[in-house]
Antibody, heavy 119, light 107 residues
Framework: QLQLQESGPGLVKPSETLSLTCTVS??????????WGWIRQPPGKGLEWIGS???????YYNPSLKSRVIISVDTSKNQFSLKLSSVTAADTAVYYC???????????WGQGTLVTVSS | DIQMTQSPSTLSASVGDRVTFTCRAS??????LAWYQQKPGRAPKLLIY???TLETGVPSRFSGSGSGTEFTLTISSLQPDDFAAYYC?????????FGQGTKVEVK
């Protein structure tokens, strides 16, 4: 059974780059079955898809964030990562990683990690 | 982008009630729709996909219906564990988009 776990700094300064890693356990990230996605949720608000990656490196990004986002995969570590540059307070959110299967269904999800953008 | 609109934003109900809420897409998404349940401080949990297919392990009191632009999620008899927020998500076209959520609270 797949399990995902986010890791990374909980505090990032404005204008800097947010970096998070998602470690996949219980299965290989190099499977043809899934993409691997990042979703975020500002405090008290709804969900926003950030982007997704295939094990081969193929990526899809939300156009609203595309200019600032890089998602990469490290198959040797069974991990995928998110980098979001030039952050502002509006990027403060719980960031989730998730398995994207069935065309675009997210299941399972990691537990989420709160990233606060503040000086 | 396809906009997803959920209504109502908040629904007050009692244990045992039959509750229904709606998700509308700004353009047709066929049945490429998922529903998630989220409890405070927890990650969303997949309930239903392809508009009406119940995820394994999800109680049968949950059901989904609809196609095109209008979808509903119904809980046939609300249980204490069901007080939570519910989100719809379209996976017809990138970028994937979510509704703003419906919160089911105690009446």
């Amino acid at each position: 059974q797949l399990q995902l776990q986010e890791s990374g700094p909980g505090l990032v300064k404005p204008s800097e780059t947010l970096s998070l890693t998602c470690t996949v356990s219980g299965g290989s990230i190099s499977t043809s079955l899934y993409y691997w996605g990042w979703i975020r949720q500002p405090p008290g608000k709804g969900l926003e898809w950030i982007g997704s990656i295939y094990y081969s490196g193929t990526t899809y990004y939300n156009p609203s964030l595309k200019s600032r986002v890089i998602i990469s995969v490290d198959t040797s570590k069974n991990q995928f990562s998110l980098k979001l540059s030039s952050v502002t307070a509006a990027d403060t959110a719980v960031y989730y990683c998730a398995t994207q299967g069935g065309g675009g269904i997210f299941d399972p999800w990691g537990q989420g990690t709160l990233v606060t953008v503040s000086s | 982008d396809i906009q997803m609109t959920q209504s109502p934003s908040t629904l007050s109900a009692s244990v045992g009630d039959r509750v229904t809420f709606t998700c509308r897409a700004s353009q047709s998404i066929s049945t490429w729709l998922a529903w998630y349940q989220q409890k405070p401080g927890r990650a969303p949990k997949l309930l239903i996909y392809k508009a009406s297919t119940l995820e394994t392990g999800v109680p049968s009191r949950f059901s989904g219906s609809g196609s095109g632009t209008e979808f509903t999620l119904t809980i046939s008899s609300l249980q204490p564990d069901d007080f939570a927020a519910y989100y719809c998500q379209q996976f017809n076209t990138y970028p994937w988009t979510f509704g703003q959520g419906t919160k089911v609270e105690v009446k």
